[in-house]
């Protein structure tokens, strides 16, 4: 009997072994270096090659399609950015009064509405516009006008890079976007003049100053460009607001319903704590 059961067992050992041998292995999975979330946020119009929630690179190449690089979280004029500077651009009012800007534009879907809720407030702002959008939309620069908000240059196609090129180019480029503005409105001032991604350099700054226009930054920035919900924009803006302020608003360059929905929140708050302005057009 003992025999029997050692030869038994010896049996069952083989047969064991034999059936693993035919089951293959599963397969090892592969590190890929990218992570998969469905759910993730997805922003249309994040510049290519910058991750969502960042500030874009300084190599982004931007179209008035692209309006992220306005927030780049820089702070106030004349102050230490992270090794950068502001070359004297404005970030305040230089008064107690609130400024409201809007980036990008004009964009025929949103801009009128931007309008019509400053209109009903009876609130100024100041419109820093892209120059081949004023090219195309010429009704709604002239729009912005007759409501008594002042213009400031945002350069011809949105380059965030420009201030890197030579003087004749950004100069080229100033001049054309102002050409584009006064064709829909001979003889407006335009004395602002707003770097794209608030990337200052000394001969944009320089350039800038030379045609008229005084270089201008901004205070508050609830990176609406981030498309992060009506909720968020209000927040941001009307917890970050003090006297002086300027705030950096989107009225084009995706998707701006969110910052349309988000101005009549703001306005109603801030027009209770301060008195609201367009920038003036003799900041001198």
Request: charged letters at 20%; glycine letters at 10%.
């Amino acid at each position: 009997m003992g025999i029997v059961t050692l030869v038994v067992a010896a049996l069952l050992g083989s047969a064991y072994v034999l059936g693993r041998s035919l089951v293959p292995d599963p397969p090892q999975r592969q590190a890929t270096g990218v992570t998969s979330n469905a759910d993730g946020p997805y922003y249309a119009d994040q510049p290519s090659g910058d991750e969502p929630g960042e500030p874009p690179s300084a190599s982004s190449s931007a179209g008035p399609t692209e309006a992220g690089q306005d927030g780049t979280g820089q702070k106030g004029a004349g102050q230490d950015t992270g090794g950068e500077r502001l070359f004297g651009a404005h970030a305040t009012t230089g008064t107690p009064r609130v400024a409201l800007t809007f980036d990008d534009g004009p964009d025929p879907r949103y801009t009128p509405q931007v309008l019509a809720t400053l209109r009903e407030f009876d609130v100024k702002a100041t419109f820093c516009v892209v120059g081949e959008n004023a090219q195309d939309h010429p009704d709604l620069i002239q729009a912005i006008v007759a409501d008594g908000h002042s213009l400031c240059n945002h350069s011809w196609h949105h380059d965030v890079t420009l201030g890197t090129r030579s003087a004749e180019t950004i100069r080229t480029d100033l001049l054309r976007t102002n050409d584009a503005i006064r064709a829909a409105v001979p003889g407006a001032p335009i004395v602002w003049y707003r770097q794209p991604g608030g990337a200052w350099t000394l001969p944009v700054v320089s350039v800038a100053q030379q045609l008229g226009m005084t270089p201008l930054h901004w205070s508050v920035d609830p990176s609406d460009w981030q498309v992060p919900g009506a909720s968020k924009i209000t927040a941001a803006v009307v917890t970050q607001v003090e006297p002086g302020s300027v705030v950096l608003m989107h009225d084009a360059g995706g998707d701006r319903q969110g910052t349309v929905d988000a101005l009549r929140q703001i306005l109603s708050n801030l027009t209770e704590r301060f008195e609201l302005e367009a920038l003036p057009t003799d900041p001198t």
